[in-house]
């Protein structure tokens, strides 16, 4: 009697171990699917859904099948944490996402409390990750760069090409947008170069004429924005009106063909700094081919959200476990993964080691890297 119970007991967690394992990994694609910044969005459920496509065709995770779950939170601080607590409440593990920093640092909350793994492809505030590690928060991630490593490589860059030059400092405000331009002044009175103005605007305005104005009267030859494209577009097309020139230039968030549909030419010679093109490297090469076969082009943060869904599949791998806590702990051990970006480390907050950038310049309604001085 005794031996058929053991057996029956076996039998049954024989049985359970094979169901846990036949259930697909899901992991929510969390960004602004729409309003202003859909764009953005669509690069993420793009990159995201080619790389399930991918892992799922070559056999999965240890056998499973990546499932993806896509969310919108509008990049609105508010939503984003209604629509993590919805996340967590079904059971989902792990998340690519958020887009904008303003949504990921509240949503972060709600991801470290329930123990989901939380990756960015996108947000750049160091605050997300420093105040994750700062809370013993380890399954709080990102596979993307950081603001004051941004800064670092672009601020020194401004103060030496445009020494003596009257150069403007704005922002939007948000959490990405002040927190980029923060970074950006910091470095560039350190090497030498004072601004002229430093403000913040309001993002979603139509009307940017009196500042526009201002920039006149102030003689600005150089505006760095911390912003998103939306803006830049509509106070570069507005101080083609007023036939006025300065050199604009942005973060990563106008790496969008829709920055120049609404700059339209008064978008010549914008640049933006953007990490090293993933489209260039060897390892993205496969990908981008699919992604531009489905008449998708992988630009901006398309291919950082593919690399979060191989490294969250890794992770998975490495573990041996879909426990977040346990696939935080595989993916921050040191070695390599290998993704479409190239090869990741992670240090022990969960941001990327070693990032590099180029400076890409808008021509013609496109963009490519330039030569740095």
Excluded at 88 to 99: P, R, T
Excluded at 113 to 142: C, F, Q, Y
Aim: glycine fraction near 10%; aromatic fraction near 8%.
């Amino acid at each position: 009697m005794k031996s058929k119970f053991l057996a029956g007991a076996i039998l049954g967690l024989a049985l359970g171990t094979t169901a846990a394992y036949a259930e697909d990994i899901t992991i929510a694609v969390v960004g602004p699917m729409t309003g202003q910044l859909a764009t953005i969005g669509d690069q993420f459920k793009h990159g995201a859904q080619a790389a399930a496509d991918a892992i799922n065709a070559a056999g999965g995770v240890n056998g499973n099948q990546i499932k993806l779950s896509i969310e919108d939170d509008v990049c609105d601080p508010k939503q984003a944490v209604s629509v993590a607590n919805r996340i967590v409440a079904n059971g989902v593990k792990f998340i690519d996402g958020h887009a904008c920093s303003g949504s990921s640092i509240p949503a972060s909350a709600v991801y470290a409390e329930s123990g989901a793994l939380m990756m960015s492809p996108a947000s750049s505030n160091p605050v997300l990750t420093d105040d994750a590690a700062a809370k013993g928060w380890p399954t709080i991630m990102r596979l993307y760069t950081r603001d004051d490593a941004q800064g670092n490589f672009i601020g020194p860059w401004i103060a030496k090409k445009y020494a003596g030059k009257n150069v403007v400092i704005l922002h939007d405000k948000s959490a990405y947008g002040q927190g980029i331009a923060d970074a950006v002044r910091a470095t560039m009175n350190a090497g030498g170069l004072k601004e002229v103005m430093y403000e913040g605007i309001n993002a979603g305005e139509k009307d940017y004429a009196a500042l526009v104005t201002k920039l006149k009267e102030l003689k600005a030859d150089v505006v760095y924005f911390g912003g998103y494209h939306p803006e830049a577009g509509l106070i570069l097309r507005q101080t083609a009106e007023q036939g006025f020139k300065f050199q604009l230039i942005m973060p990563d968030s106008i790496a969008s063909p829709e920055f120049w549909q609404i700059s339209g030419p008064a978008g010549e010679g914008t640049m933006f700094v953007f990490p090293s093109d993933p489209q260039a490297k060897p390892e993205a090469k496969e990908a981008v081919e699919k992604i531009k076969a489905g008449g998708f082009t992988p630009e901006g943060f398309t291919l950082f959200s593919y690399a979060v869904v191989q490294a969250v599949a890794e992770g998975v791998k490495r573990a041996g476990t879909d426990d977040p806590m346990k696939v935080a702990e595989a993916l921050k051990n040191g070695e390599p993964i290998n993704t479409v970006v190239g090869p990741v480390t992670f240090d022990e907050k969960g941001d990327l080691k070693n990032a590099s950038y180029d400076i890409n310049q808008w021509h013609d309604g496109k963009y490519a890297p330039i030569p740095q001085d």
